[in-house]
């Protein structure tokens, strides 16, 4: 029991499944960044100042996404290892 219980045991979630939504998360989070940027990459000097700054924002706020993401999953790995 020990450790397990710590990481959800009543709901039948493992470490493995933990890992799992992270990866997921991350993976996800990366790809509309990657897709954000394309399409602000693709709209430069094809669409006004507004739209272009709104375009902007998406892909700052899905790069931030995407770093959250990544260093929840550095924080989980961490944690094994210290395990």
Do not use: P
């Not at 020990?2 to 992270?22: F, I």
């Not at 954000?36 to 931030?64: C, F, M, P, T």
Request: charged share 35%; net charge negative; aromatic share 6%.
């Amino acid at each position: 029991m020990g450790d397990r219980s710590h990481h959800g045991e009543h709901n039948g979630s493992t470490s493995a499944d933990e890992h799992g939504r992270l990866a997921g998360e991350y993976r996800a989070a990366n790809e509309h960044y990657a897709w954000a940027l394309s399409e602000l990459k693709r709209n430069i000097g094809a669409v006004g100042k507004a739209r272009y700054d709104e375009l902007r924002e998406a892909v700052e706020d899905a790069r931030r996404q995407a770093q959250a993401c990544r260093e929840a999953l550095g924080r989980f790995h961490a944690a094994k290892a210290a395990e």
